[in-house]
Nanobody
Framework: QLQASGGGLVQAGGSLRLSCAAS????????VAWFRQAPGKEREFVAA????????SYSDSVKGRFTISRDNAKNTVYLQMNSLKSEDTAVYYC????????????????WGQGTQVTVSS
């Protein structure tokens, strides 16, 4: 029910915008987050947004560079990624869950398939 898109290859310092499109009429009832997983590493929290978009949270590694937003009329959440670094290279996943404030995989029950982001230095 979640479809992530927008990944690609970009040079360090560049930007990308990821999209997470959801099906279903209850999208606005869910908190949505982005996670990422680099090769050989654990999946880690990146950012989350509350149901109405008024609350957002970020990992320290992306704060000030990434912006999460949502358009409930379009059932879509976005992740604007600026000033990309090679360490941002990973598969990015969007996930939906019932409660704002969680940052672990177990806090989110629905997951998209992932989109690859590769940042070349």
């Amino acid at each position: 029910q979640l479809q992530a898109s927008g990944g690609g290859l970009v040079q360090a310092g560049g930007s990308l915008r990821l999209s997470c499109a959801a099906s279903g009429r209850t999208f606005s009832s869910y908190v949505v987050a982005w996670f990422r997983q680099a090769p050989g590493k654990e999946r880690e929290f990146v950012a989350a947004i509350g149901r109405r978009g008024s609350g957002t949270s970020y990992s320290d590694s992306v704060k000030g560079r990434f912006t999460i937003s949502r358009d409930n009329a379009k059932n879509t959440v976005y992740l604007q990624m600026n000033s990309l670094k090679s360490e941002d290279t990973a598969v990015y996943y969007c996930a939906a869950g019932p409660t704002y404030g969680g940052r672990t995989r177990s806090d989110f029950g629905s997951w998209g398939q992932g989109t690859q982001v590769t940042v070349s230095s």
